[in-house]
Each structure stands twice: as C-alpha cells, then as structure tokens.
C-alpha cells in the first residue's frame, strides 16, 4: 500500500506555453437513468480538473445522445487502445471492476472503482464522493493498493488471452448432475478429495466475494495467501483452508457426466473431466485507487455493518 507518486503527464507545445493534460478512460456496462444525474456530475468534475475521457465506445455510444460530452470525446474498444492511459476508471458495481481489470491486464494503470451498483467492496468510492474523487486524482491525493490476481493453467486453452482473474477460479458441476469428486494438491502433494458442488480458489481480494458466501475467512488484501472454499460439501468435517499464495493448487476432476464448469471472476466455461488444470499467483498485480481515509477496515465495517450491534 503506498502512496502514488507523480508521473509524467503529456504534455502539448503551443506557442506560449506547455498544457499539460492528463488521460483518463472511463469504462461502464450501462447508465440507469436515476443515475444520468451522478454521471454528468463526474463527466464536468473531469472538466474542471483538466482530465481528458477515453470513453469505452459500446458505453459511449449508449450516453453520447444523453449527457453533455466534450467536444472531440476520445474512444477505446479494447485493451491495445489504452495507450497514454494514467488511470481506468470504473463506473458500476464490483463485476464492472472486474471487467475492468480484463481490460488492463499487465499495463501500469491504476484502476479506480466508483460504485454505481450495490454491495462495492471493491469499487469502494461511493456516487455521493465523485467530486472529491475527481480532484484527489488530479491533486494525487489518493492512495494505490497492490491486489495479487490468481492465474488459470490447463491442458487446453482457457479464458482467451486474459487467463487471470482478481476475485477467484471456481469449479462446479453442471446444473442439476450429481456431485463431484475435486481431488486437489499443493505443489504435487495430495490434500484433499472434495465431494462437493463445486471449489473456489479465491484471492485475498476475492475473500469478500463468493468465497464468503459458502463459509470461507475474510484475509485481509496484504495476506500473501489462498483460500481454499469447498461449496456445499458432502462431508461435514470438510472446511474452508488458507494456503500460502506461493503454492501450486492442481486439480484432477471425476464426475457421472462428461463435462463440468470452470469459472475465472464472472467468466465461464465448459469443459471435459480429462482436462488438467492447475491455479498460481499471477506474475503482475493490479493497483487499485481508493481515497486515503478508505481502507480495508472501514470497509469491512460498513460493507458487513460490523460494529453497528445495538448492544453495543
């Protein structure tokens, strides 16, 4: 968790003087139009602190006719097109912010979540704070958390070309077959054999996630760790385990159907039982912006309401 220093802006030579101008691309599924107020509002903040939009172009195309835009709005469609790109900002919930992270992959961006969906544990900076948002990323005055991000290898090609996920890699079976049988191991060595529906891997940042949600720990961002979540397992004695994140976490996978289910975050596919597959630290981190008075504990007890008992 540091402090984000001061990096080189682009700068454009006029006769007089050097403007300096700073690119931010700004990416989102869709504006709902309770929401078309708060937008506008963050899109004018951008111009009163001279932070040029790249807007991401299906976003854009869906606001271009509602909001007030600057003249000559800049577009990307995809990753190869962040280019000059200081910041990625997303706007929505925590599934939009993952979709974010597909997009920044290895680029020195920071990514800064302004949460226009619900639960936002991850894009933390909440609608009533885009004003102070805005400016603390002019000004510099946020503070970048490195979040490690869990790598998917297999016998076949898996997730395209972005085979990492922020949150979690998850097994299941497919809709209503039987359960299935995860044997798993840690560097080669055997752990454990999962009768269960499914097993997430998830990251420290996904420990808030899914992970969560079927029994597993809160770690904390800095952790340095894996958490291993059977869900709905058929032995009781079975419980959620956390690894060191400097492991290799391989799987062999037996099942009555053919065929079961691996999730990366919100991705998914289809795949065979004969497939190999294996989970690892990815080799980059993502930095995620939040603003200085935000941290991971505030977070917890606002998220949770954890504090907030009336016995109190």
Not at 108 to 117: E, P, Q, R, T, Y
Not at 277 to 293: G, N, Y
Request: charged share 20%; with cysteine.
């Amino acid at each position: 968790m540091v402090i984000q220093p001061v990096r080189a802006k682009r700068a454009i030579f006029t006769p007089k003087e050097y403007i300096l101008i700073m690119k931010a691309a700004i990416y989102s599924r869709v504006m709902e139009a309770e929401q078309q107020k708060d937008f506008q509002l963050f899109l004018d903040e951008l111009a009163v602190q001279k932070i040029e939009p790249v807007i991401f172009q299906p976003f854009f195309n869906a606001i271009k006719d509602k909001l007030h835009l600057p003249a000559g709005t800049a577009t990307f469609s995809s990753s190869a097109d962040l280019q000059d790109i200081e910041f990625i900002i997303s706007l929505g919930g925590d599934g939009t912010l993952l979709d974010t992270v597909t997009l920044v992959r290895n680029r020195d961006i920071s990514i800064m979540g302004i949460n226009f969906g619900r639960l936002g544990f991850l894009a933390g900076i909440g609608r009533d704070e885009v004003t102070r948002a805005v400016k603390a990323m002019a000004q510099r005055t946020y503070v970048v958390d490195k979040r490690t991000m869990i790598h998917v290898d297999a016998s076949i090609p898996l997730f395209g070309d972005v085979p990492y996920g922020l949150n979690e890699f998850s097994i299941h079976k497919r809709d209503v077959a039987s359960m299935i049988k995860i044997h798993t191991y840690l560097n080669g060595e055997f752990l454990n054999t999962y009768w269960a529906d499914g097993l997430i891997v998830a990251t420290p940042t996904g420990s808030t996630g899914y992970s969560l949600s079927c029994g597993g720990p809160v770690v904390f961002p800095d952790s340095g760790s894996f958490v291993i979540t059977p869900v709905a397992p058929h032995n009781l004695n079975v419980r959620p385990i956390v690894v060191p994140d400097n492991n290799i976490i391989s799987f062999e996978i037996e099942s009555r159907t053919d065929q079961f289910i691996c999730a990366l975050d919100s991705r998914r596919e289809i795949v065979s039982k004969d497939i190999q597959l294996a989970v690892k630290k990815e080799d980059f981190d993502i930095s995620l912006v939040r603003l200085s008075e935000n941290n991971f504990l505030q977070t917890l007890r606002n998220k949770l309401t954890w504090g907030l008992d009336k016995r109190n």
